[in-house]
């Protein structure tokens, strides 16, 4: 169990990037936990020109992460999506490491010394284990409750199709987080670990994941995993300027399409039915039941938070709400979910 409280959250996005912006999260007192924005061993090597972000409603583009002046708040109150050609934080893990540390010991008073933080990285197998014993010797030597989650299903990542799509993919990281078959990787109990997964569309899909995770439970030492964040973008999206006559895309990309990862309420009813299956499918396989579900997508008020509790999801990450209306969401959805009950 995850045992926030509250269940709400912030998922791995550009908001959740610099010290400040997880300060604020941490500091927030309608956030049971925080995620960081996923990391690399290194940083990525982003660049404002062709990693960027927009904020759409069914008629307007909102904003752009490129154009941030035409940015209309207000407009942000209601259902808005997002579509983004980002890869990962330009920040490396050691760094988010050493801010997560300054953070929980400024917290002299102990005021939310129970809050926990969600460690997003991605790279190859290896890199994640070694992420794992980075976060693992922070964890010891702060005191403070450090998960890592494993994001395997970034869309934008040109030649790097999203591991969490195919049993074979998953199965190698969850070998590589096995004590018993990866000598370099320590005691899996010291952390807690969860995946990120990407929005599955046929039913396929669900049963390589829970293939994978059954496989991965008679390896010797187990399943590694505790959680799993449903879900990320859906990649391969394209937004037009529909106000200039020649309709270019309204973000640039590494390859020029302007092709990225849609989320926000667009996604929703996909996020809702991911949550859904997964849960029951977790639910139908006695050696799974433990894992829980953060669900992301699409959630920016007290109805919708309900609705992914509905249907399967512990706690509730907000990612597009988050970013294009300010910390202020996350008690207007606690305040509008209390009322609903």
Known sequence: MLNFNPPLLNSASPWATTKDELQALYD??????????????????????????????????LSTSADKSIRN?????????????????????VLYLRMVEQIFRSDEMRVQRMKAFIVSVTGRAEDIVECYNYIRIMKSASGARILLEANLSCPNIAGKPPPAYSKTGLLEYLEALNPE?????????TVEVGIKTPP????????????????????????????ITATNTLGNCLVLDSAQSSMPPVLSSANGTGIGG????????????????????????????????????????????????????????????????????????????????
């Open 73 to 93: 708040t207000q407009n942000c109150i209601g259902h808005v999506s997002s579509l983004n050609t980002l890869g990962y934080s330009p920040i490396g893990l």
């Open 262 to 341: 849609l989320a926000g309420a667009a996604l929703h009813p996909l996020a809702l039915g991911n949550v859904h299956t997964i849960r029951r499918m977790l639910d139908s396989h006695e050696n799974l039941r433990h894992i829980s579900i953060i669900g992301v997508g699409g959630v920016s008020d007290g109805a919708g938070f309900r609705r992914m509790r509905d249907v399967g999801a512990e706690a509730i990450a907000v990612g597009t709400a988050f970013g294009c209306g300010g910390i202020s969401v996350f008690q207007k959805i606690h305040e509008e979910s209390s009322c609903l009950k």
């Open 200 to 227: 599955y569309t046929h039913q396929g899909q669900f049963d390589d994941l829970i293939s994978a995770l059954s496989e991965a439970t008679t390896l010797g030492f187990g399943c590694p995993i505790s959680f």
């Open 28 to 61: 927030c007192p309608y956030t049971g936990a925080l995620t960081v924005r996923t990391s690399l061993l290194d940083g990525f090597d982003h660049d404002d020109t062709i990693h960027q972000y927009a904020f759409l409603t069914d008629h307007d583009i």
């Open 181 to 189: 078959l990866n000598p370099t990787m320590y005691d899996i109990r």
